[in-house]
């Protein structure tokens, strides 16, 4: 459920939870300037890439950029994973967690539609597809 939902709304739910209570500080900290250098690099794909029909920005390459968010968002998304989101259900009611879970789910439909989130990973894909990295056997590492 946590992970069909943008970054951003679960931080703005979470985040000050976390604060308030004095837990994982350091932790929030860190994964708020990561989600906000996320946010730039994005930013700057998209309007680097704007008018060009293409996904690649005029006069760069996006490699080194999508590099250092892949470099980022790998630990990132496995802490999230394996310390906050665990921490979080300790820190509210299973009533509250069910029904923040209910509250975005409804935010997901009213953002992206009805099959939002099965529209969402059509979008990636092709976009995958255009960037030439959507055949996932491309990432299997040789033999030794």
Excluded: C
Excluded at 10 to 33: C, H, N
Excluded at 58 to 76: C, E, N, V, W
Excluded at 82 to 95: C, D, E, G, I, Y
């Amino acid at each position: 459920m946590w992970r069909n939902i943008t970054s951003g709304r679960r931080s703005s739910i979470t985040f000050p939870r976390f604060e308030k209570a004095g837990q994982l500080t350091d932790l929030v900290r860190t994964l708020r300037e990561q989600h906000d250098r996320g946010r730039e690099i994005t930013s700057h794909l998209l309007s680097q890439s704007r008018g060009t029909g293409s996904l690649r920005p005029a006069g760069q390459t996006i490699q080194p950029l999508l590099y250092s968010f892949l470099l980022m968002y790998r630990p990132h998304e496995a802490r999230e994973d394996t310390v906050l989101f665990p921490a979080f259900r300790k820190l509210v009611s299973s009533h509250e967690y069910d029904s923040l879970g209910e509250e975005f789910e409804r935010n997901e439909e009213k953002r992206f539609g009805k099959d939002g989130f099965a529209t969402m990973v059509g979008r990636v894909a092709e976009i995958e597809k255009t960037l030439g990295i959507y055949e996932l056997s491309q990432f299997t590492p040789s033999q030794t």
